[in-house]
């Protein structure tokens, strides 16, 4: 699989889609895959969701895309098709699911529309790059964004308007970023997220723009982050205005990247992500399977005003047998406490009250002589938390 996107909520369960390849771990041939759950925690997997060569627009693949529920309380798909016989070969398409006629819940049957909804112009910044769409609504308005870039300048989204989501106008490139000063944030961007997370100090709404980095020069390798800017929405000229200039991340190591995301039934914003194992290709193909989806996270706006991530709270319902409480301990006699405790999946709570350390934190995954561990620590000099992973594993054949 690659990334999961196109989350959405219908008749009391969670929908995600997925890039997926049925033939192999390998890329390419991509259908969109399709899960559902009650509660995003437990998933049920269900048919091909959309298949390449169903329509004229796409027989090379149903790439990333989003989902919406219509005026009728129907769901859309919105997709990249491609098809590599035209240029450009990237262009934004549709499929409505037909739960009108069958009433099917989990929502296994769609049909696609005959003919694109957008097709980028001749002119229109990076020629053929162009995918990946997301979007929202405001005020009886949609929105999609469109990943796209500036060759020699920076990645940017174009922005399209629709008042019934079948005709599209273009508006205006939503945000331009700064390659030649960011150049880790990527000459184009990919799997633009928008959503709304509160308001600002002066009552604007405030929104968070997410973007997955792509650079199109097989020469150059960065490792791959997501980044985000904080800032409001100018509706009448149809531009994103960040509070800051700089792109952030919110994540530690590059196996997180692939965001989509939705603001769900009970006003939250969630984001998915895929995560890339970075085993060689044998070993994938030996194992049957390549990346796996990462657990859905909540972003919120904090009283101390900053971005803060969280599990969401239904990760609960995974929590099995305490193993261990400690409180006011030494650092030996914590530490003799934990020798005993192992396993694959574990939830650490942890609060570390700091003397004179500079780094403090946990080792997770150690051997016996510490040749392997992962630390996650706090800088207190730098106000910054970590991922060490330097040492964790020492297999040459597995990239960390």
Not at 190 to 206: A, N, T, Y
Not at 208 to 221: A, D, Q, Y
């Amino acid at each position: 699989m690659n990334e999961p996107h196109a989350p959405i909520y219908f008749y009391g369960q969670y929908h995600l889609f997925y890039q997926h390849n049925p033939i192999g771990p390998y890329w390419g041939n991509i259908h969109w895959g399709h899960a559902v759950s009650d509660d995003m925690v437990r998933w049920r997997d269900l048919p091909i969701a959309l298949k390449p060569g169903q329509s004229d627009a796409d027989p090379d693949g149903c790439w990333s895309g989003s989902a919406v529920i219509d005026d009728e309380g129907i769901p859309v798909l919105f997709y990249t098709a491609g098809n590599l016989s035209q240029s450009p070969s990237q262009l934004i398409a549709s499929a409505k699911s037909t739960f009108q006629e069958d009433r099917d819940n989990d929502l296994i049957a769609w049909k696609k529309r005959d003919e694109p909804v957008v097709v980028q112009q001749e002119g229109q910044v990076w020629f053929g790059n162009f995918r990946d769409p997301f979007l929202w609504r405001e005020e009886e308005i949609w929105y999609m964004l469109v990943g796209t870039g500036f060759l020699g300048v920076g990645g940017t989204a174009m922005l399209y308007t629709s008042n019934d989501l079948e005709n599209w106008t273009y508006r205006n490139y939503f945000y331009v970023g700064n390659y030649a000063k960011y150049p880790k944030s990527g000459r184009m961007w990919e799997l633009p997220v928008f959503l709304k997370l509160g308001q600002s100090r002066l009552g604007e709404d405030r929104y968070i723009f997410i973007v997955n980095p792509w650079f199109g020069e097989p020469s150059e390798h960065y490792n791959k982050f997501m980044y985000y800017w904080i800032g409001t929405f100018e509706k009448e000229s149809y531009r994103f205005i960040p509070e800051e200039e700089a792109p952030q991340t919110f994540v530690f190591g590059e196996h997180f990247t692939g965001p989509s995301g939705f603001i769900e039934q009970r006003g939250r914003a969630i984001i998915f992500s895929l995560i890339q194992d970075f085993r060689t290709d044998k070993q994938q193909y030996k194992a049957g399977w390549a990346h796996c989806a990462g657990l859905p996270i909540e972003l919120k706006w904090g009283a101390d005003n900053q971005l803060t991530v969280a599990p969401i709270e239904e990760l609960k319902a995974l929590r099995k047998s305490k193993l261990l409480s400690l409180s006011d301990k030494t650092m030996e006699k914590a530490n003799e406490a934990l020798s005993i405790i192992q396993g694959d999946v574990l939830e650490i709570l942890l609060e570390l009250r700091p003397q004179s350390a500079e780094k403090y934190g946990i080792k997770l995954r150690c051997t016996a002589d510490g040749a392997e561990e992962t630390l996650i620590y706090y800088d207190r000099n730098m106000h910054e938390f970590n991922v060490d992973k330097t040492k964790s594993n020492l297999d040459l054949d597995v990239r960390i």
